[in-house]
C-alpha cells in the first residue's frame, strides 16, 4: 500500500480518536519477549471482534434459526481457542453461512445491521486465520492468555437501557476498530517485514469496520450522537494512556 494511501485511510482515524498510541506502548510491543503476547493476543482480538459482531446480529437483528447459524459458523473457531481442537481447516468455512439470514419483524436496520456485520465477520475470521499462520510458521504455539482491561472497561462506558445500549456498543465498536488500525500502522514500521506487510494489509478493512460501526451508531440512533461519541472517545484515550501493568494489543502505557 502507498504511504499516500495509508495516510488517507488514517486521517479521520486521528480525527476520531482523543490521542495517539503512547510511544512507551511501541517500545514495549517490540521487545522479544512481547512478540508471543502481541501474536496471541492479536489473534484473540479477531476471533472477539468477530463474536462481538455475531452477538450483535444474533440479539438485534435475526431470528432463533438464524442465530444458529452464525454458532455454528463460529464454531471451529472456537473450538480451536476454546477447546484446542483443531481441524486445520478453518478455510474451508470462510462462507461459512448455509443460507442469508432472515432479519426478524420489529427491527428497522435490521438488514443494514446483517449486510455490515457478516462481512466483518469474514473478515476477522480471516484476520484470525492469518495470524494463526504466522504464529504457526514461527513455531509459536497457540495458548490462551487472559484478555486486557480494555474492552471490559470500554464496556462500562455503555448506558444500561436500550436503544441507547445498542448505541453506545456500536460507537464502542467503532473504537475498537480505529485504535486497532492507528495501532496497526504506528507499530508496523518497527516490526519484521513479514509482520510490517501483514499489518499493513490489515488497515484497510480496519479502517472500513471503524466507519461501518459508526454509520450504523448514528442511522439506528437517528439523532445526534456526539455527546455519546465524545464521552466514549474519552473513556478510550484514558484507557490507552494510563499506565497499565498487562501488555496486550490493547494495553495502556506500560507501568
Ligand atoms: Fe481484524
Ligand atoms: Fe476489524
Not at 10 to 36: M, R
Not at 87 to 106: C, E, V, Y
Not at 161 to 178: F, N, V
Request: some cysteine; glycine content about 6%.
Amino acid at each position: 500500500m502507498l504511504r499516500q494511501e495509508i495516510n488517507t485511510l488514517l486521517t479521520p482515524i486521528h480525527g476520531f480518536l482523543h490521542c495517539q498510541t503512547p510511544d512507551s506502548w511501541i517500545d514495549a510491543a517490540i521487545q522479544p519477549d512481547n512478540q508471543s503476547i502481541l501474536l496471541r493476543d492479536h489473534a484473540n482480538c479477531e476471533l472477539k471482534a468477530s463474536q462481538t459482531a455475531m452477538w450483535l446480529i444474533r440479539k438485534y437483528a435475526v431470528d432463533a434459526a438464524s442465530g444458529e447459524q452464525l454458532l455454528a459458523w463460529a464454531k471451529p473457531y472456537e473450538d480451536f481457542v476454546y477447546r484446542r481442537i483443531r481441524d486445520g481447516i478453518f478455510h474451508a468455512r470462510k462462507n461459512g453461512l448455509s443460507a442469508p439470514l432472515t432479519p426478524k419483524a420489529g427491527f428497522a436496520h435490521g438488514q443494514a445491521l446483517i449486510d455490515k456485520m457478516v462481512r466483518l465477520i469474514k473478515e476477522e475470521f480471516h484476520h484470525f486465520e492469518q495470524v494463526i499462520e504466522i504464529m504457526d510458521a514461527r513455531g509459536i504455539p497457540y495458548q490462551p492468555l487472559e484478555a486486557g482491561r480494555y474492552a471490559k472497561g470500554l464496556m462500562r462506558a455503555a448506558r444500561t437501557h436500550e436503544p441507547a445500549t445498542l448505541i453506545d456498543k456500536l460507537i464502542i465498536g467503532a473504537y475498537i476498530e480505529a485504535r486497532s488500525c492507528e495501532r496497526f500502522a504506528k507499530v508496523a514500521p518497527h516490526l519484521d517485514d513479514e509482520l510490517q506487510k501483514f499489518y499493513i494489509s490489515l488497515l484497510r478493512s480496519e479502517a472500513r469496520h471503524y466507519q461501518d460501526y459508526l454509520t450504523l451508531a448514528e442511522t439506528i440512533a437517528g439523532e445526534d450522537i456526539r455527546d455519546r461519541i465524545q464521552t466514549i472517545g474519552e473513556r478510550e484515550a484514558e484507557l490507552i494512556q494510563a499506565p497499565d501493568s498487562q501488555f496486550r494489543f490493547h494495553s495502556g502505557a506500560p507501568a
